[in-house]
């Protein structure tokens, strides 16, 4: 079975820092990997996600992440926070069809501080 | 479009209690599935159907039915409530395939048992 880790439970930021969240996962194969956002009393939304070739993707509000086969990784990063970027942060890994659901790590909390 | 459209919303059950949780889509997504969320715990899957008449067991199945008669619809039957099922709940749908990840939620229901 899969399976995601997130270092990171929770996390605390001034406004224009640096961010990077890590996440791993223990899937040998082909997988597919995203990042999900949940904003203070909303549900979650795709953030972005990666499927294969380039493995630096971007995705909405400035946010990126490196696909790292060889580390089983795939940390999400943002070079310049914002106060609205306060929010939980789930990374989820999905394999072969992808008819057995996604499996969701437990999510990092991101306060960003004005 | 709607979405994904859970109800109700609230709701706060005795134990003991059977209630069902609704959700629909309008998307026309083969898969659909349910989650729990609860704090520092992420999001767990409990069920999951990938079209009308086929539903599969999550991580956390116990104490919960599923029945998927229409694409549409995907409802969760609690059958005994019980005070460890107080949870948010979020049914999301996808398309198959690559899609699989690219969760599509609902606003989520929140559920209290006392």
């Known amino acids: 079975a899969q399976s995601v880790s997130q270092h990171n439970h929770h996390v605390i930021l001034s406004e224009a820092a640096s961010l990077e969240l890590g996440c791993n996962y223990s899937?040998?194969?082909?997988?597919?990997l995203f990042w999900y956002v949940q904003y203070p009393g909303q549900h979650l939304q795709l953030l972005l996600k990666?499927?294969?070739?380039?493995?630096l993707v971007k995705g909405i509000k400035g946010f990126e992440a490196e696909f790292i086969k060889s580390k089983f990784s795939f940390n999400l990063r943002k070079p310049s926070v914002q106060w609205s970027d306060t929010a939980e942060y789930f990374c989820?890994?999905?394999?072969?069809?992808?008819?057995?659901?996604?499996?969701f790590g437990k999510g990092t909390h991101l306060i960003i501080q004005p | 479009n709607a979405g994904v459209t859970q109800t109700p919303k609230f709701q706060v059950l005795k134990t003991g209690q059977s209630m069902t949780l609704q959700c629909a889509q309008d998307?026309?997504?083969?898969?659909m599935s349910w989650y729990r969320q609860d704090p520092g715990m992420g999001l767990r899957l409990i069920h999951y159907?990938?079209?009308?008449?086929?539903?599969d067991q999550g991580e956390v199945p116990n104490g919960y039915n599923v029945s998927r008669s229409t694409t549409e619809d995907f409802p969760l039957r609690l059958l005994s409530a019980a005070p460890s099922q107080t949870s948010v709940y979020f049914c999301?749908?996808?398309?198959?395939?690559?899609?699989?990840?690219?969760?599509?939620f609902g606003e989520g229901s929140r559920l209290t048992v006392l």
């Open positions: 989820a890994v999905i394999s072969g069809g992808g008819a057995d659901g996604l499996t």
């Open positions: 159907s990938v079209g009308a008449g086929i539903t």
């Open positions: 999301a749908s996808s398309r198959p395939g690559l899609g699989a990840g690219e969760l599509f």
């Open positions: 998307m026309n997504h083969e898969y």
């Open positions: 990666y499927f294969s070739g380039d493995p």
């Open positions: 899937y040998g194969g082909t997988v597919n």
